[in-house]
Protein backbone atom coordinates (compact mmCIF):
# COMPACT_ATOMS: atom_id res chain seq x y z
CA UNK A 1 0.00 0.00 0.00
CA UNK A 2 1.33 3.32 -0.95
CA UNK A 3 1.03 5.76 1.73
CA UNK A 4 0.81 9.40 1.28
CA UNK A 5 4.05 10.62 2.38
CA UNK A 6 5.40 8.39 -0.86
CA UNK A 7 3.41 8.87 -3.32
CA UNK A 8 4.94 11.14 -6.36
CA UNK A 9 3.83 15.14 -5.64
CA UNK A 10 3.07 16.73 -8.94
CA UNK A 11 5.30 19.39 -10.15
CA UNK A 12 3.31 22.77 -11.18
CA UNK A 13 3.03 22.77 -15.17
CA UNK A 14 3.40 26.89 -16.20
CA UNK A 15 2.65 26.08 -20.08
CA UNK A 16 -1.06 26.95 -20.20
CA UNK A 17 -0.24 29.83 -17.58
CA UNK A 18 -0.34 33.40 -19.88
CA UNK A 19 1.43 36.79 -18.40
CA UNK A 20 -1.81 38.96 -16.92
CA UNK A 21 -1.71 42.30 -18.65
CA UNK A 22 -4.13 44.62 -16.70
CA UNK A 23 -3.67 47.88 -18.45
CA UNK A 24 -4.04 46.28 -22.31
CA UNK A 25 -7.56 47.55 -23.89
CA UNK A 26 -9.65 44.37 -24.26
CA UNK A 27 -10.08 43.94 -28.27
CA UNK A 28 -14.29 44.23 -28.20
CA UNK A 29 -13.10 47.78 -26.47
CA UNK A 30 -11.01 48.28 -28.97
CA UNK A 31 -13.68 47.61 -31.75
CA UNK A 32 -16.45 49.35 -29.98
CA UNK A 33 -14.24 52.76 -29.43
CA UNK A 34 -13.38 52.82 -33.61
CA UNK A 35 -17.00 52.03 -34.25
CA UNK A 36 -17.70 55.12 -31.89
CA UNK A 37 -15.37 57.51 -34.00
CA UNK A 38 -16.40 56.05 -37.22
CA UNK A 39 -19.64 57.42 -36.45
CA UNK A 40 -18.79 60.66 -34.70
CA UNK A 41 -17.01 61.24 -38.29
CA UNK A 42 -19.65 60.66 -40.23
CA UNK A 43 -22.04 63.03 -37.84
CA UNK A 44 -19.16 65.82 -38.08
CA UNK A 45 -19.55 65.66 -41.88
CA UNK A 46 -23.03 65.85 -41.46
CA UNK A 47 -23.04 69.49 -39.32
CA UNK A 48 -20.57 70.53 -41.53
CA UNK A 49 -22.28 69.63 -44.31
CA UNK A 50 -25.96 71.58 -42.62
CA UNK A 51 -24.04 74.12 -40.95
CA UNK A 52 -22.08 75.62 -43.41
CA UNK A 53 -19.09 75.14 -41.92
CA UNK A 54 -16.03 75.48 -43.99
CA UNK A 55 -13.61 73.21 -45.64
CA UNK A 56 -11.35 70.14 -43.59
CA UNK A 57 -10.53 72.62 -41.23
CA UNK A 58 -14.38 73.02 -39.89
CA UNK A 59 -14.77 69.52 -40.23
CA UNK A 60 -11.87 68.61 -37.66
CA UNK A 61 -12.79 71.36 -35.15
CA UNK A 62 -16.54 69.74 -35.84
CA UNK A 63 -15.36 66.65 -34.76
CA UNK A 64 -13.27 67.45 -32.25
CA UNK A 65 -15.95 69.53 -29.94
CA UNK A 66 -18.04 66.36 -31.01
CA UNK A 67 -15.85 63.63 -29.31
CA UNK A 68 -15.13 65.53 -26.55
CA UNK A 69 -18.83 65.93 -26.05
CA UNK A 70 -19.63 62.67 -26.70
CA UNK A 71 -16.88 61.17 -24.36
CA UNK A 72 -18.12 63.39 -21.33
CA UNK A 73 -21.98 62.07 -21.98
CA UNK A 74 -20.64 58.85 -21.90
CA UNK A 75 -18.60 58.59 -19.13
CA UNK A 76 -20.97 60.99 -16.92
CA UNK A 77 -22.06 58.25 -14.13
CA UNK A 78 -18.59 56.75 -13.89
CA UNK A 79 -15.92 57.67 -11.22
CA UNK A 80 -14.21 61.29 -11.22
CA UNK A 81 -10.86 59.47 -11.92
CA UNK A 82 -12.08 57.73 -14.82
CA UNK A 83 -13.93 60.42 -16.17
CA UNK A 84 -11.23 62.85 -16.10
CA UNK A 85 -8.76 60.65 -17.69
CA UNK A 86 -11.25 59.79 -20.15
CA UNK A 87 -11.45 64.10 -21.30
CA UNK A 88 -7.85 64.69 -21.06
CA UNK A 89 -7.06 61.32 -22.94
CA UNK A 90 -9.66 63.25 -25.88
CA UNK A 91 -7.59 66.45 -25.15
CA UNK A 92 -4.19 65.13 -25.76
CA UNK A 93 -4.57 63.25 -28.73
CA UNK A 94 -6.14 65.77 -29.97
CA UNK A 95 -3.45 68.21 -29.28
CA UNK A 96 -1.09 65.42 -31.25
CA UNK A 97 -3.12 65.08 -33.84
CA UNK A 98 -2.95 68.91 -34.41
CA UNK A 99 0.95 69.10 -33.76
CA UNK A 100 1.58 66.37 -36.21
CA UNK A 101 -1.08 67.19 -39.10
CA UNK A 102 0.57 70.80 -40.43
CA UNK A 103 4.10 68.65 -40.82
CA UNK A 104 2.22 66.09 -42.64
CA UNK A 105 0.48 68.75 -44.78
CA UNK A 106 3.84 70.79 -45.76
CA UNK A 107 5.35 66.88 -46.29
CA UNK A 108 2.19 66.17 -48.90
CA UNK A 109 2.33 69.58 -49.94
CA UNK A 110 6.23 69.10 -51.53
CA UNK A 111 5.47 66.08 -52.88
CA UNK A 112 2.58 67.31 -54.71
CA UNK A 113 3.72 70.11 -55.78
CA UNK A 114 7.65 69.04 -56.70
CA UNK A 115 7.49 66.15 -58.03
CA UNK A 116 6.51 68.12 -61.76
CA UNK A 117 10.45 68.98 -61.52
CA UNK A 118 11.93 65.83 -61.10
CA UNK A 119 12.90 63.78 -64.52
CA UNK A 120 15.66 62.20 -65.34
CA UNK A 121 18.59 64.85 -65.56
CA UNK A 122 17.64 66.63 -62.48
CA UNK A 123 20.25 65.81 -60.29
CA UNK A 124 22.99 65.89 -62.66
CA UNK A 125 22.07 68.53 -64.95
CA UNK A 126 22.57 72.68 -63.95
CA UNK A 127 21.37 76.12 -64.60
CA UNK A 128 23.86 77.01 -66.92
CA UNK A 129 22.08 77.48 -70.30
CA UNK A 130 18.31 76.47 -69.10
CA UNK A 131 16.03 79.54 -68.16
CA UNK A 132 14.11 79.25 -65.07
CA UNK A 133 11.19 79.19 -67.26
CA UNK A 134 11.62 76.45 -69.29
CA UNK A 135 10.35 73.45 -69.72
CA UNK A 136 10.63 71.29 -66.71
CA UNK A 137 12.62 68.50 -68.96
CA UNK A 138 15.62 71.06 -69.20
CA UNK A 139 17.82 71.81 -66.30
CA UNK A 140 18.32 70.87 -62.95
CA UNK A 141 19.56 71.48 -59.42
CA UNK A 142 23.06 69.05 -59.44
CA UNK A 143 25.03 71.83 -59.33
CA UNK A 144 22.60 73.22 -55.66
CA UNK A 145 23.45 69.90 -54.23
CA UNK A 146 27.54 69.93 -55.50
CA UNK A 147 27.73 73.14 -53.40
CA UNK A 148 25.51 72.65 -50.76
CA UNK A 149 27.98 69.79 -49.58
CA UNK A 150 31.02 71.26 -50.27
CA UNK A 151 30.09 74.24 -48.20
CA UNK A 152 28.54 72.25 -45.40
CA UNK A 153 31.52 69.97 -45.92
CA UNK A 154 34.04 72.46 -45.14
CA UNK A 155 31.39 74.07 -42.23
CA UNK A 156 31.77 70.50 -40.53
CA UNK A 157 35.82 69.99 -40.96
CA UNK A 158 36.10 73.74 -38.66
CA UNK A 159 32.83 73.53 -36.26
CA UNK A 160 33.09 69.23 -35.72
CA UNK A 161 36.36 69.70 -33.87
CA UNK A 162 35.66 72.54 -32.44
CA UNK A 163 32.67 71.64 -30.65
CA UNK A 164 33.81 68.34 -29.33
CA UNK A 165 37.32 70.76 -27.83
CA UNK A 166 34.42 72.59 -26.07
CA UNK A 167 32.30 70.11 -24.87
CA UNK A 168 35.64 68.21 -23.50
CA UNK A 169 36.91 71.24 -21.81
CA UNK A 170 33.55 72.05 -20.27
CA UNK A 171 32.72 68.60 -19.19
CA UNK A 172 36.33 67.22 -18.14
CA UNK A 173 39.00 69.99 -17.93
CA UNK A 174 36.32 72.43 -15.75
CA UNK A 175 38.75 75.06 -16.25
CA UNK A 176 38.43 78.74 -14.98
CA UNK A 177 36.66 79.83 -18.62
CA UNK A 178 33.77 77.19 -18.35
CA UNK A 179 31.63 79.92 -17.35
CA UNK A 180 32.32 82.17 -19.95
CA UNK A 181 32.32 79.47 -22.55
CA UNK A 182 29.15 77.87 -22.02
CA UNK A 183 27.76 81.99 -21.99
CA UNK A 184 29.14 82.32 -25.40
CA UNK A 185 27.46 78.62 -26.81
CA UNK A 186 24.38 79.45 -25.44
CA UNK A 187 24.75 83.30 -26.76
CA UNK A 188 25.49 81.90 -30.23
CA UNK A 189 22.83 79.40 -29.82
CA UNK A 190 20.44 82.84 -30.27
CA UNK A 191 21.96 84.44 -32.75
CA UNK A 192 19.44 84.93 -35.70
CA UNK A 193 20.85 83.03 -38.82
CA UNK A 194 20.90 86.64 -40.94
CA UNK A 195 22.97 88.29 -38.31
CA UNK A 196 25.77 85.91 -38.65
CA UNK A 197 26.02 86.46 -42.41
CA UNK A 198 26.12 90.08 -42.07
CA UNK A 199 28.62 89.68 -39.14
CA UNK A 200 30.82 87.18 -42.09
CA UNK A 201 29.80 89.72 -45.02
CA UNK A 202 31.25 92.51 -43.26
CA UNK A 203 34.36 90.50 -41.88
CA UNK A 204 35.47 88.35 -45.52
CA UNK A 205 33.56 89.31 -48.07
CA UNK A 206 34.53 92.58 -47.49
CA UNK A 207 38.54 91.44 -46.88
CA UNK A 208 38.30 89.67 -50.07
CA UNK A 209 36.08 91.98 -52.12
CA UNK A 210 33.57 88.98 -53.60
CA UNK A 211 31.13 86.67 -52.92
CA UNK A 212 32.42 83.23 -52.17
CA UNK A 213 31.82 79.57 -51.00
CA UNK A 214 34.17 80.23 -48.52
CA UNK A 215 32.44 82.98 -46.76
CA UNK A 216 29.43 80.93 -47.02
CA UNK A 217 30.67 78.03 -45.25
CA UNK A 218 32.19 80.73 -42.41
CA UNK A 219 28.64 81.96 -41.66
CA UNK A 220 27.13 78.26 -41.99
CA UNK A 221 30.24 77.30 -39.16
CA UNK A 222 29.14 80.54 -37.17
CA UNK A 223 25.33 78.60 -36.85
CA UNK A 224 26.53 74.92 -36.81
CA UNK A 225 29.01 75.39 -33.68
CA UNK A 226 26.40 75.74 -30.73
CA UNK A 227 24.36 72.69 -32.06
CA UNK A 228 27.29 70.67 -32.05
CA UNK A 229 28.99 71.80 -28.76
CA UNK A 230 26.16 71.54 -26.69
CA UNK A 231 25.27 68.61 -28.08
CA UNK A 232 28.56 66.73 -27.30
CA UNK A 233 28.74 68.27 -24.25
CA UNK A 234 25.39 66.65 -23.19
CA UNK A 235 26.73 63.50 -24.29
CA UNK A 236 29.83 63.73 -22.34
CA UNK A 237 28.03 63.79 -19.43
CA UNK A 238 26.64 60.86 -19.92
CA UNK A 239 30.21 59.33 -19.20
CA UNK A 240 30.11 57.32 -15.78
CA UNK A 241 32.99 59.03 -13.42
CA UNK A 242 34.03 55.51 -12.72
CA UNK A 243 35.41 55.18 -15.62
CA UNK A 244 37.66 58.00 -15.65
CA UNK A 245 38.34 56.94 -11.87
CA UNK A 246 39.61 54.29 -13.22
CA UNK A 247 41.98 55.54 -15.81
CA UNK A 248 43.39 57.03 -13.16
CA UNK A 249 43.74 54.28 -11.21
CA UNK A 250 46.17 52.34 -13.98
CA UNK A 251 48.38 55.46 -14.13
CA UNK A 252 46.57 56.89 -16.91
CA UNK A 253 46.54 60.98 -17.33
CA UNK A 254 43.52 63.22 -17.55
CA UNK A 255 43.97 63.64 -21.80
CA UNK A 256 45.02 60.11 -22.32
CA UNK A 257 41.99 58.90 -20.21
CA UNK A 258 39.96 61.44 -22.40
CA UNK A 259 41.31 60.34 -25.91
CA UNK A 260 41.37 56.21 -25.08
CA UNK A 261 38.48 55.82 -22.81
CA UNK A 262 35.65 58.54 -23.05
CA UNK A 263 35.84 59.98 -26.47
CA UNK A 264 35.00 56.04 -27.43
CA UNK A 265 32.83 55.51 -25.31
CA UNK A 266 30.11 58.08 -26.39
CA UNK A 267 31.35 58.56 -30.41
CA UNK A 268 28.26 57.73 -31.20
CA UNK A 269 26.80 60.14 -29.56
CA UNK A 270 29.82 62.28 -30.95
CA UNK A 271 28.83 61.42 -34.68
CA UNK A 272 24.64 62.23 -33.89
CA UNK A 273 26.23 65.65 -32.77
CA UNK A 274 27.36 66.64 -36.12
CA UNK A 275 24.79 65.37 -38.17
CA UNK A 276 22.21 67.66 -35.79
CA UNK A 277 24.27 70.76 -36.51
CA UNK A 278 24.87 69.57 -40.32
CA UNK A 279 20.86 69.45 -40.09
CA UNK A 280 20.71 72.51 -38.55
CA UNK A 281 22.71 74.69 -40.87
CA UNK A 282 21.83 72.88 -44.56
CA UNK A 283 18.55 74.93 -44.97
CA UNK A 284 19.50 78.37 -44.05
CA UNK A 285 19.04 80.54 -47.09
CA UNK A 286 19.85 84.14 -45.03
CA UNK A 287 23.71 84.28 -44.20
CA UNK A 288 23.77 82.30 -47.82
CA UNK A 289 22.66 85.34 -49.59
CA UNK A 290 24.65 87.91 -48.05
CA UNK A 291 28.14 85.28 -48.20
CA UNK A 292 27.68 82.69 -50.95
CA UNK A 293 25.42 84.31 -52.93
CA UNK A 294 24.04 82.38 -55.83
CA UNK A 295 25.29 80.35 -59.14
CA UNK A 296 24.02 78.96 -61.95
CA UNK A 297 26.75 76.21 -62.89
CA UNK A 298 28.49 73.92 -61.33
CA UNK A 299 31.39 74.91 -59.53
CA UNK A 300 34.28 73.45 -56.96
CA UNK A 301 36.02 77.11 -55.98
CA UNK A 302 35.25 78.46 -52.99
CA UNK A 303 37.64 81.07 -53.11
CA UNK A 304 35.94 83.26 -55.97
CA UNK A 305 32.59 84.59 -57.12
CA UNK A 306 29.23 83.15 -56.30
CA UNK A 307 28.40 79.75 -55.26
CA UNK A 308 25.54 77.88 -55.55
CA UNK A 309 23.31 75.86 -53.08
CA UNK A 310 20.09 74.17 -52.51
CA UNK A 311 18.26 77.54 -50.41
CA UNK A 312 19.79 79.87 -52.88
CA UNK A 313 18.47 78.10 -55.57
CA UNK A 314 14.93 77.54 -54.06
CA UNK A 315 14.98 81.68 -53.50
CA UNK A 316 16.12 82.76 -56.29
CA UNK A 317 13.41 80.82 -58.64
CA UNK A 318 10.36 81.62 -56.07
CA UNK A 319 11.48 85.43 -56.65
CA UNK A 320 10.95 84.88 -60.67
CA UNK A 321 7.13 83.51 -59.92
CA UNK A 322 6.56 82.40 -62.99
CA UNK A 323 4.98 78.63 -63.39
CA UNK A 324 7.51 76.23 -64.53
CA UNK A 325 10.06 78.73 -61.78
CA UNK A 326 7.99 77.34 -58.90
CA UNK A 327 7.27 73.89 -60.16
CA UNK A 328 11.67 73.91 -60.26
CA UNK A 329 11.68 75.86 -56.41
CA UNK A 330 9.08 72.85 -54.92
CA UNK A 331 10.86 70.00 -56.25
CA UNK A 332 14.76 71.37 -54.82
CA UNK A 333 12.46 72.18 -51.76
CA UNK A 334 11.38 68.45 -51.76
CA UNK A 335 15.00 67.58 -52.21
CA UNK A 336 16.22 69.86 -49.48
CA UNK A 337 13.13 68.67 -46.77
CA UNK A 338 13.94 64.75 -48.32
CA UNK A 339 18.02 65.40 -47.64
CA UNK A 340 17.03 66.83 -43.67
CA UNK A 341 14.94 63.64 -43.18
CA UNK A 342 17.62 61.36 -44.31
CA UNK A 343 20.39 63.21 -41.87
CA UNK A 344 17.53 63.30 -38.61
CA UNK A 345 17.00 59.39 -39.79
CA UNK A 346 20.76 58.95 -39.02
CA UNK A 347 20.79 60.50 -36.05
CA UNK A 348 18.13 58.93 -34.87
CA UNK A 349 19.58 55.34 -35.80
CA UNK A 350 23.17 56.64 -34.02
CA UNK A 351 21.83 57.42 -30.69
CA UNK A 352 19.83 54.38 -30.45
CA UNK A 353 22.91 52.40 -30.91
CA UNK A 354 24.73 51.10 -27.85
CA UNK A 355 27.54 53.21 -25.71
CA UNK A 356 30.52 51.53 -27.61
CA UNK A 357 28.78 51.48 -31.09
Not at 264 to 284: C, D, F, M, Q, Y
Amino acid sequence: MTSIIDSPVPSPSFADVAPQKPWEVPKRKKMQDWLYLAALAVLAVAITLFSGVAGIDGWAFTFFFVTLLFTIVRFWRTEVKERKDAVMSVLIKSLAVAAFVPWLSIFFSLIQRGYKAIYAGYFTQDMRITAPDDDLNMGGLGHAIVGSLVMVLIATVVTVPLGILSGMYLTEIRGRLSFFIRFIIQSMSGVPSIVAGLFVFATLVTAMGTYSGLAGSAALAVLMLPTVARTAEEVLKLVPDDLRTAGYALGSRQWRTALMIVLPTVRSGLVTAAILGVARVIGETAPLILTSLASTSFSVNVFDGGFASLPTYVFGLLRIGTENALARAWGGSMVLMFIVGLLFFAARVLGNRGPRA
